[in-house]
C-alpha cells in the first residue's frame, strides 16, 4: 500500500504556547511544524531516531511562515505536511495548520533540511530514505543551481 502524500497531525493548544494576547505564539508554529514532520515520517514506517541511526541527520537551514489568521488556547489544530522537493542533499517539507473542522488556513509554511552525516558534513540523500521521502520512490531530482545547499553537488 503507497504511503500517503499528505498527512495529518493533531495537536491541542496548551496555555504555555499562547502570548499576551491570547493567541499562539508566533515561533511556536515552527514546533508543531516539527511535531508533524515526524509524524509524516512515522506514518511512513520509520522515526528520526531510525534515520539518525543510519548515519543521516536533518537539520533546518531554512524556515518560512505565513500566518494568516490566530490560533489559540485549547484550539484543536490540524497540520498537514507533505515533502514539497526533495533534492539531492535537501528535501523541503510544506505545511498547512488549520484548525479542527474548520477550511480556514491558520497559516501556511515550509523548511528545507539538509542531509549530513554524523560529523555535520553534507551528503547524498541515502537511497534507503529516497521512497520513504518521496512518491513511488523515484530518485531525487537533479539540482537547478538554486535553492540546493551544496551548490556543487
Known sequence: MPAPAM????LRVAYG????MGVVYYANYLRYFELARGEYIRAR???YRDIERDGALL????A???YNAPARYDDLLVVRTRVQQLRRVTITFGYEVLREGEQGVLCVGHTVHACTNLQGRLIRIPPSLVPLLSEGGSE???PAGEG??????
Open 64 to 66: 518560512h511562515v505565513q
Open 148 to 153: 540546493d545547499v551544496s551548490g556543487n553537488d
Open 59 to 62: 537539520p533546518v537551514v531554512e
Open 17 to 20: 504556547d499562547t502570548d499576551q
Open 45 to 47: 514506517g520509520r522515526t
Open 140 to 142: 531525487p531530482e537533479p
Open 7 to 10: 498527512i495529518e497531525a493533531r
